[in-house]
């Protein structure tokens, strides 16, 4: 039936146009016979497909068929996500790995002064490490230990900002003294010194010029005392002006840091600049008899440094591939 309309249709032109010359047939004809799947609806879509190249490639040479590179966001509005992320990674590494805090009086002179700030390393308790002879730590009060004391009122601001670890520490109930024993040890002190430790003397050079290791006092400058598991024994370096374990010997602890008290060691002076400086534990703690622990610990003091060694690796190599693609 599709040939006989057909014919009938060539039929009638020739009787219509007999005599004149045959136009070709309009194209608007075609196109009404041919379906949306044809070529029609293909030319059209080609249509549209250079329709959009040629959006995305104005302003290029008349030679130039590469298009051109997405225009990247604005600093501006980058800025917010950056904060966010600046935010969210100083929490982080301020709740598991380093926070500063702010040295508040002179009891350890001269290794630390008054308005120091110090960066404490919160990571290595994770893995099982516990305080080390001759560290420097911070702890919290064990029995109001600052009573009395005065303390800071900070503002609004400087409490968010040392909650996220982007100021010192606003926790004023926080001290920082040296470990002078750990759990097992027998410390002791008798006139003016020098310090014992399982029966060795130590050769103190921290200690506050003009200072006496051991303080001559009935007050709790005189003691032997024998460090339970799991606590501490802290004594600050200025030994005339420091308010320690000595002198706290009556608390509910008996002057002891528990050790689930200590919120990680100090280990670096990070301000001001021209005080900055590592702790390290002094060499009289590695006296023979004494230390029956350096090895462990110190492994473990380690884990900082190569955890982040194997966390850097591959953000550079990312970075690496990134730049590579985009070049």
């Known amino acids: 039936m599709g040939d006989v309309a057909v014919g009938a249709r060539s ?3 020739g009787e219509e146009h007999r005599g004149r010359p045959v136009e070709a ?12 799947s044809d070529a029609g609806a293909d030319e059209d879509g080609k249509d549209g497909v250079e329709s959009g190249t040629q959006t995305r490639t104005e302003g290029q040479g008349p030679g130039d068929s590469t298009p051109q590179a997405k ?3 604005s600093f501006w509005k980058e800025l917010p996500i950056l904060i966010v992320i600046a935010l969210v990674l100083a929490l982080l590494i301020k709740t598991f790995l380093v926070q500063a805090f702010s040295i508040p009086s002179d009891s350890m002179q001269n290794t630390l002064q008054q308005g120091d700030r110090v960066l404490v390393d919160k990571l290595t308790p994770w ?38 670890g982007l100021m010192p520490s606003a926790q004023e109930k926080d001290l920082i003294k040296r470990v002078i024993g750990v759990g097992g040890d027998t410390v002791s002190c008798s006139g003016t010194g020098p310090l014992m430790v399982n029966g060795k003397a ?9 200072n006496t290791p051991c303080t001559n006092d009935d007050q709790g400058g005189q003691f032997t005392v024998k460090v339970p598991k799991g606590d501490i024994w802290v004594m600050g370096d200025h ?9 706290n010997q009556s608390d509910k602890h008996h002057g002891m840091v528990p050790v689930n008290e200590v919120v990680g060691r100090a280990i670096v002076k990070a301000w001001p600049i ?3 400086g590592t702790l390290p534990i002094p ?28 966390g850097v690796l591959p953000l550079a190599l990312w970075r690496r591939r990134r730049s590579a693609k985009v070049a």
């Open 11 to 13: 039929g009638h032109d």
């Open 25 to 36: 047939p309009a194209p608007a004809a075609d196109s009404a016979v041919t379906s949306g």
């Open 71 to 73: 225009k990247p966001r």
């Open 127 to 164: 893995f099982g490490s516990e305080p080390e002879r001759g560290e420097v730590v911070v702890f919290h009060d064990p029995d109001d230990w600052l009573a009395g004391e005065p303390t800071a009122n900070p503002n609004a601001l400087q409490t968010v900002l040392s909650w996220i």
């Open 202 to 210: 130590l050769n103190e050079p921290y200690v506050y010029p003009g």
């Open 239 to 247: 030994r005339q002006n420091s308010r320690d374990s000595r002198y």
């Open 274 to 276: 021209n005080r900055w």
């Open 283 to 310: 060499d009289t703690f590695d006296q023979t008899g004494i230390n029956t622990q350096a090895s462990a610990s110190r492994l473990l003091t380690a884990a900082p440094e190569g955890l982040a060694l194997v």
